[in-house]
């Protein structure tokens, strides 16, 4: 079973459909929102990252945003 990290917002169509995609596919997620924690602003802030959703495997390896996920989900 596959185990994600997703960064987003509560208003932003793709994030949920980042979770959706990773859930259709037997994934795990952790989801974060930028709305509701002000570290992770702070931290995206700081790294100049200004896209949502943001996605990573809970090894730590980085998969960029929704289109990137998809591509790395089709690979699975």
């Known amino acids: 079973m596959n185990q994600y990290v997703v960064v987003g917002r509560a208003d932003c169509m ?43 495997t809970i090894g730590g390896d980085y998969i960029g945003g929704y289109q990137e996920l998809e591509k790395h989900i089709e690979g699975d």
Request: include cysteine.
């Open 14 to 56: 793709y994030c949920s459909k980042a979770v959706g995609l990773i859930r259709d596919n037997g994934g795990v997620v952790n989801y974060y929102s930028l709305n509701d924690s002000k570290w992770i602003l702070d931290l995206f802030k700081k790294a100049d990252i200004r896209t949502v959703p943001q996605v990573w």
